[in-house]
């Protein structure tokens, strides 16, 4: 059967409709490649220190020296668990040289989030910055870490790192204490892995296509998080269907070096598939460790020109609520990449008028590392929809009894591609995928005549905080281990800041409980993201005949009793 593919038709001139992943024969030859073609470009800006292609090449080489240094086998799982410092990309790069499987881990990870992620993907190696190494230490002697490397957010910036870290620990107090110091920790300083790694042979190892190149956590819908298996084809494929994409107006910027904006953490997944971009076409990152500080993210900004502006909505809403974002020179900007999580026309309207580049949105998952589809980038105007296929991808949307729908008629958004998952570790996957193998998003679409689809709703009962992931039973499931809460149920509500926020329903066990309680609970064991920002006692939750709960029963009664002015 010959699948009609409308949104073809949609694509710019010269936009190849398909890649080829296979030209490569592993990731770490297309990480070469960048840094032939690029070494003296700048690659990363952070608190104003720069550092070429060339520094993170070697940088790179000595983290990769150090871990082969250690013994471990090739496929050994090491964990990275950063926000966005210069050390974040040769430390990832250096874990791929050495034949290592890379895990990135949020940093804002509560203890048992941690150790979830360090057990299930079988961590043997972290790499952490000592802003949070306390949580770490709450579970190090409950997973199989055998090393830790110790980083500072300084590390890699000279003199003024030294600055930086007495700031961090002495001024703003942001380093909790923390003691690591039993021996069978292996504890090793960041820099002393680059010095003696500068200093030790390199092996090149075995490579292929095939293998393992990174455990990408999403969120569970049985209450605990799922690594996604991302092969170096995925990665590879990614990283060309991006590049294809955007050439049509990257190609157009006559200027000697690409400036992008980096504020979207490098560990999620949207942001890993920037820096693949961006390696690819020797862009410079401005990389932004807090984001969330608006004031700071601005005086950023205006130190250099910035050609292309990834973020999620509420970020872009963040920043144009703050009266001296107007202020900013945008006379470079060319692409504003909206991502992670619905954008709002309010915000695309604003963001044109003051920015005066076009916000323009795609749509991805943590199982085809973040690429699927987006709006061509030539389009100049916001129109609501989630875009076409990028080149080498194939969306089917189907019913619930598998059989594909028409135009224009809701149904299951079904993709595949080289850059799609094969598979989750230590779990059956089968179910995750058709029978003709297309990967099942769980996301409620509509395609048009001109191939572009509208993303309707969600089939799982997934809510998006700020373009992340958060899964009502995982919350559920951590919840009623709260003294006083006899039973619960999670849903997402409306938020003007976050696009969703939770909302927890309680049945009380009795009067002792109160919201205060339920808010710190939630604080010491979920991160912030995923904690009930509204609470509301009740005296029994809807359940079908079976017992589930009926998460429908409880929006339509939050709607309720919210009615929209």
């Not at 490649?33 to 720069?50: A, K, N, Q």
């Not at 804002?108 to 989030?113: F, H, N, P, V």
């Not at 900004?301 to 909505?313: E, G, R």
């Amino acid at each position: 059967m010959t699948l009609n593919k409308p949104w073809l038709a949609q694509y710019p001139a010269g936009m190849p409709k398909s890649i080829d992943p296979d030209r490569y024969g592993s990731i770490v030859e297309l990480y070469e490649e960048c840094f032939d073609r690029f070494r003296m470009h700048p690659m990363s800006i952070c608190m104003g220190v720069t550092h070429t292609y060339d520094d993170i090449d070697k940088a790179s080489l000595a983290v990769a020296a150090w871990l082969q240094a250690q013994g471990l086998p090739q496929g050994t799982v090491v964990a990275l668990m950063m926000p966005n410092v210069p050390q974040y990309l040769p430390t990832m790069i250096g874990i791929l040289r050495a034949g290592y499987v890379c895990t990135p881990v949020n940093p804002l990870y509560t203890g048992r989030e941690l150790r979830h992620q360090l057990n299930d993907s079988g961590a043997q190696v972290i790499f952490v910055v000592d802003n949070f190494a306390q949580a770490l230490e709450q579970v190090i002697d409950e997973t199989n870490i055998k090393r830790i490397v110790l980083s500072k957010m300084g590390d890699m910036m000279g003199l003024k790192g030294i600055l930086v870290n007495t700031i961090i620990r002495q001024v703003k107090r942001l380093v909790p204490k923390y003691k690591l110091n039993d021996p069978k920790h292996e504890v090793t300083k960041f820099p002393d892995v680059l010095k003696k790694g500068r200093n030790l042979p390199l092996q090149k190892p075995r490579m292929a296509l095939d293998q393992k190149a990174f455990l990408q956590y999403t969120g569970g819908t049985t209450g605990l998080s799922k690594g996604a298996i991302l092969s170096q084809r995925n990665i590879v494929a990614a990283s060309m269907q991006s590049e294809a994409w955007t050439r049509p107006i990257t190609s157009e910027i006559n200027e000697v070096y690409i400036n992008m904006v980096m504020a979207l953490p490098l560990y999620h997944i949207f942001a890993f598939m920037l820096s693949l971009l961006g390696m690819r076409s020797g862009y410079t990152f401005i990389l932004v460790p807090n984001p969330r500080d608006i004031p700071g993210f601005i005086k950023t900004l205006s130190k250099q020109p910035f050609h292309i502006f990834p973020a999620v909505n509420t970020l872009f809403k963040g920043l144009l609520d703050n009266p001296n974002f107007k202020d900013l020179n945008f006379s470079s900007l060319r692409i504003s990449q909206a991502g992670g999580m619905a954008a709002t026309e309010q915000t695309a309207t604003r963001w044109l008028e003051t920015t005066g580049c076009a916000m323009i949105e795609g749509w991805g998952m943590t199982e085809g590392v973040a690429v699927g589809t987006a709006n061509v980038i030539t389009d100049r105007k916001f129109n609501g929809t989630i875009g076409v296929p990028v080149p080498s991808v194939d969306v089917i949307v189907i019913d619930d009894e598998g059989n594909r729908v028409g135009v224009n008629q809701a149904g299951e958004m079904c993709v595949k591609g080289p850059n799609v998952t094969l598979g989750y570790l230590n779990r059956d996957s089968s179910d995750d995928f058709t029978s003709d193998g297309y990967f099942r998003t769980g996301d409620i679409v509509s395609m048009d005549e001109k191939g572009y689809f509208r993303l309707l709703d969600r089939k799982k009962d997934m809510i998006l905080v700020s373009g992340f992931n958060v899964f009502p039973n995982e919350i559920e499931s951590v919840m009623l281990d709260c003294e006083g809460i006899l039973d619960c149920a999670v849903i997402g509500i409306p938020d003007d800041h976050q696009g969703e926020a939770v909302k927890i329903y309680v049945v009380p066990e009795d009067n002792n409980v109160t919201k205060s309680t339920i808010k710190e609970f939630a604080l010491d064991n979920l991160t912030g993201y995923k904690c009930p920002r509204h609470i509301e006692f009740v005296s029994e939750l809807p359940k079908s005949n079976v017992g589930k709960v009926l998460r429908q029963k409880l929006r339509e009664k939050h709607d309720a009793d919210h009615p929209q002015l």
